[in-house]
């Protein structure tokens, strides 16, 4: 092999290095505040959870292998929820919480977590109105 295609084969494999390295560095990770080593991966859920769009809080705490979960929300204030589960879908959780109070009758949220995002995408349905809308919960410091 002459010197000169030593250095070329030197130059190549140094690009590739760095551009495995760049591609390395922009991969998600979880977030600091997300799954914590030794959680089962519903326990992940647990937090408090802020909707950036109204401020509105969902807390989900006791989060239990049977599907179980105590859910609360504030809109600032406290809101009824009347019923509050988890499910795993495939490889990921889905929540459902169902709200029975003043202005609130019979609104749900169905949410999916998503651990690389340590976020919740999903669904509301106010039921006053009769409609559907996006939403996002991110994970609240």
Not at 12 to 22: D, N, P, R, S, Y
Not at 44 to 65: A, F, T
């Amino acid at each position: 092999m002459s010197c000169e295609l030593k250095r070329k084969s030197s130059a190549g494999t140094a690009i590739l290095f760095l551009m495995l390295l760049c591609l390395l560095s922009s991969i998600p990770v979880l977030a600091e505040s997300g799954p914590k080593s030794g959680q089962k991966d519903e326990q992940w859920i647990e937090g408090k959870w802020l909707r950036p769009d109204g401020g509105y809080v969902l807390e989900l705490s006791e989060v239990k292998q049977d599907g179980t979960l105590r859910a609360a929300y504030f809109n600032p204030r406290p809101i009824h929820v009347a019923k509050a589960d988890w499910k795993r879908i495939v490889d990921r959780i889905q929540v459902f919480v169902e709200f029975r109070d003043v202005n609130y009758p019979g609104s749900t949220y169905t949410i999916i977590y998503d651990p690389k995002q340590d976020q919740f995408t999903g669904y509301y349905f106010q039921a006053a109105l009769g409609q559907t809308f996006d939403v996002l919960f991110v994970r609240k410091q």
